[in-house]
């Protein structure tokens, strides 16, 4: 009896560490700026309801690859895109997907906050209100209320949600940015570096905000603090020079790498 | 010597004073043993210094003062018999320079020496004849006293020439000295010519805002002197423009400003939604490639003079707007029109609305379009709700600058709208703007005496006004937008 509850313990973790079901699978994934390249074929699989943190020195490519997972590359001109990516089985660089539906299924959260210069409710709205998710003002109020409240930032702002939303602190506005993310009801969030401009509380309060939202949505953080990579994901990818050096449970990362970059990395010999 | 000459000595000065600064600071160096505070190069700037600005200061205070002193003495020396009925002394003190003149240029060429000039009298030799020789043509016979003034005119511009001369190079070798002899390692030369580069600077600026300054108080003078002589009321609020030059005219204000906005309005009715859908393609759409190209060729556009779109507008647009819209139409026979004015300035302010707005928009940081891009929306949906709302008071401001051209223009109007005052809405009728009427006033023999003319003035500081508020508050939001993402 005792032995089955711990082998059924046993398997549950051993399936936790699995990556689960993938949410986005990228298929030898390259990307070219111009005559330079700078992905090589990267393969890596984005687990369903978790948070992957993608690790690695600057210039290594993991912003690009963050990138192309919901075709924000299409915006610079120079750059081209190779390989495939499949969310839920649908390469997203199919012709016949609407880039404009795709951004609506994975939103992006930037590494600077950059809240437009309009209302609190306004920056929230803006999104329901393109894609007509809401029509009636009660609507829209709903929408505005349980975004704000699920990236944790009603109660500091409900009496003034129509001031701007360039006037909140440097941490209120990315967490701003994530609700403003969170209204269109994404499947997946990609956050490219979210707290490198936010001190140490505002940056523990966007950790915090980032795994409640596990629960609900697919999360993939690039970053280059370790401890946040360690903190808030359960998978990590470390990049090197535009490859994939290797992915795996976070915790089996950074306790037992397999390939000797990552230790350096890791332990702060390179990078 | 003339100014040229002293000037270019005072140079060769200020450059010897240059190297012996220089050298005379590493001579010094080497002999103490000790590191120079600044490079030698300050070195021989700060004597360069000492030894220019202080002499072109006196000679150009010199050269300023002098005409002004010598007028003064000179003029009281001419009795008030020799003045002409009706005309002024400043009239004969035009002459007696050109007499000065004259008489320089026949010594000049040899035709007399210094002691012939002084015994010669005017009602003894013909000086009006002999000055001709030279070049010098002068309307009527010279009168002693005027001649003898002309004398003691050039006599006195001669010593004081001859002063300006001594103390200008004497003041630059003297303070190029005293600085040569400062010049020690210890000396913090690199400060001086540093404070001199900050006053230069301060300097050009002071000249800008002071020239601004002195037309607004010599309109404003004109302008009070005008209304002296015709009520202001009037000049405000009458819807009548009438100007007779044996007096009595009405000069009423309205039509004129009318006429301006009228054309104004058509105007910027073109250039604005053209101008900025121009902006927006540049800023959002076209290709590095294509914009490198497109836009300094729009700003063409502002280069081209304005009498060349006048012509324009009276050649072309003008004579087709009354053949094909305002005769087949019977609103109009006349081929200058408000429309004809304002939709050739249209055209030139195109350009105005869609750099400025390219610019604003191009201002608008990457972020707020990934942020758009990020949530799913299309281009042209976040042009036009996070681009152009950002961008607005920067866009408003273009505008405003663009009205307050359109308000100023002149030449577009004289020739495109017409000279005739008139308070109606048809567009195809002429009608006239205050710039034209400026024009119109002053334009021929004039004097500043009358309202007739004087009300110029009051028409050019009432324009004034217009523009500098239109300026003012375009500074006021675009300043505003700036603090937007800060």
């Not at chain 1, 603090?225 to 992915?247: D, I, K, P, W």
């Given at each position: ?271 | ?164 001369n001594i103390a200008v190079i004497a003041v630059a070798l003297g303070f190029g000295f005293l600085a040569w002899r400062q010049v020690r390692p210890a000396m913090r030369a690199r400060n001086v010519s540093e404070t001199f580069i900050r006053s230069l600077l301060i300097g050009s600026s002071l000249v800008a805002i002071l020239t601004t300054f002195g037309i607004v108080t010599s309109l404003l003078f004109e302008t009070i002197h005008f209304f002296r002589l015709y009520p202001a009321s009037e000049f405000f609020f009458s819807t009548v423009w009438n100007p007779q030059f044996r007096g009595g005219s009405d ?105 400025l707005s390219d610019d604003v928009i191009n201002a608008v940081p990457q972020a707020m379009r990934d942020g758009s891009y990020g949530l799913g929306a299309t281009q042209s949906e976040t042009i036009r709700k996070v681009i152009m709302p950002a961008a607005l008071p920067g866009i408003v401001g273009a505008i405003l600058l663009a009205a307050s051209r359109a308000i100023g223009e002149t030449m577009i109007v004289v020739m495109g709208a017409g000279a005739a005052a008139r308070l109606g809405l048809n567009p195809l009728e002429a009608m006239t703007t205050v710039t034209v009427k400026i024009v119109s006033q ?45």
């Amino acid at each position: 009896m005792n032995m089955l509850t711990d082998a059924a313990v046993e398997e549950k973790l051993q399936s936790a560490s699995k990556p689960g079901v993938s949410k986005m699978v990228g298929k030898d994934v390259t990307v070219h700026y111009g005559e330079k390249q700078a992905l090589f074929g990267v393969n890596l699989e984005v687990p369903e309801k978790q948070v992957m943190a993608l690790i690695g020195p600057s210039g290594c490519g993991k912003s690009t690859f963050l990138r192309c997972l919901n075709r924000m590359n299409d915006t610079i001109d120079i750059c081209r895109v190779g390989g495939s990516i499949m969310l839920d089985g649908e390469d997203i660089y199919d012709p016949r997907i609407d880039v404009v539906e795709l951004r609506a299924r994975v939103g992006m959260v930037f590494q600077k906050p950059n809240p437009f210069p309009k209302s609190i409710y306004e920056n929230i709205a803006y999104g329901p209100r393109i894609h007509g998710l809401a029509s009636k003002k009660s609507e829209f109020d709903e929408v505005v209320e349980t975004s704000l409240q699920k990236a944790g930032l009603f109660n500091e702002v409900k009496d003034r949600l129509h001031e701007p939303g360039t006037g909140l602190s440097g941490g209120q506005q990315q967490r701003l940015c994530i609700a403003r993310a969170i209204a269109v009801s994404p499947e997946v969030i990609l956050m490219d570096e979210p707290c490198s401009a936010l001190d140490p509380i505002a940056t523990a309060k966007v950790e915090e905000l980032i795994d409640e939202l596990r629960e609900n949505y697919t999360i993939v953080i690039v970053t280059h603090s370790m401890q946040q990579a360690a903190r808030v994901s359960q998978r990590t990818a470390m990049f090197h020079l535009g490859n994939l050096v290797e992915e795996g449970p976070t915790d089996k990362m950074f306790t037992n790498p397999d390939d000797k970059r990552t230790q350096d990395y890791i332990t702060g010999r390179f990078g | 010597m003339t100014p040229g000459i002293l000037a270019i000595i005072v140079l060769v000065l200020t450059v010897a004073g240059y190297f012996l600064g220089r050298q005379r600071a590493l001579a010094l160096a080497k002999r103490e043993g000790v590191r120079l505070h600044s490079l030698p190069s300050h070195y021989g700037q700060a004597v360069a210094l000492f030894t220019a600005v202080p002499a072109l200061l006196l000679m150009g205070a010199w050269l300023f003062l002098q005409p002004l002193l010598l007028e003064n003495q000179v003029s009281s020396q001419i009795p008030d018999s020799v003045i002409p009925e009706g005309g002024a002394r400043s009239l004969v003190m035009a002459d007696v320079r050109r007499i000065a003149d004259g008489m320089d240029r026949l010594v000049g060429s040899g035709g007399l020496n210094e002691d012939d000039l002084s015994s010669m009298r005017a009602d003894f030799s013909n000086i009006r004849g002999r000055l001709a020789e030279v070049g010098v043509a002068l309307g009527s016979d010279v009168e002693p006293a005027v001649f003898e003034a002309a004398k003691s005119y050039r006599s006195i511009a001669g010593t004081s020439t001859l002063l300006r001369n001594i103390a200008v190079i004497a003041v630059a070798l003297g303070f190029g000295f005293l600085a040569w002899r400062q010049v020690r390692p210890a000396m913090r030369a690199r400060n001086v010519s540093e404070t001199f580069i900050r006053s230069l600077l301060i300097g050009s600026s002071l000249v800008a805002i002071l020239t601004t300054f002195g037309i607004v108080t010599s309109l404003l003078f004109e302008t009070i002197h005008f209304f002296r002589l015709y009520p202001a009321s009037e000049f405000f609020f009458s819807t009548v423009w009438n100007p007779q030059f044996r007096g009595g005219s009405d000069l009423g204000v309205l039509p004129l400003l009318w006429g301006t906005f009228y054309v104004s309005f058509v105007a910027l009715l073109l250039a604005v939604p053209i101008g900025l859908m121009i902006a927006i393609y540049l800023a959002e759409y076209s290709g590095k490639a294509l914009r490198s190209f497109a836009k300094p060729a729009i700003e063409i556009l502002a280069g081209i003079p304005t009498i060349v779109y006048g012509l324009f507008a009276l050649i072309t647009v003008g004579p087709f707007l009354r053949d094909w819209i305002a005769q087949p139409l019977g609103l109009g026979s006349s081929s200058s029109s408000v429309l004809t004015a304002g939709l050739v300035m249209g055209i030139m302010l195109i350009p105005f609305v869609s750099s400025l707005s390219d610019d604003v928009i191009n201002a608008v940081p990457q972020a707020m379009r990934d942020g758009s891009y990020g949530l799913g929306a299309t281009q042209s949906e976040t042009i036009r709700k996070v681009i152009m709302p950002a961008a607005l008071p920067g866009i408003v401001g273009a505008i405003l600058l663009a009205a307050s051209r359109a308000i100023g223009e002149t030449m577009i109007v004289v020739m495109g709208a017409g000279a005739a005052a008139r308070l109606g809405l048809n567009p195809l009728e002429a009608m006239t703007t205050v710039t034209v009427k400026i024009v119109s006033q002053l334009t021929g023999d004039t004097e500043f005496a009358s309202p007739e003319t004087l009300v110029a003035f009051a028409l050019g500081l009432t324009l004034f006004v217009f523009t500098l508020g239109l300026n003012i508050l375009a500074l006021y939001i675009v300043r505003k937008y700036r603090e937007q993402y800060e």
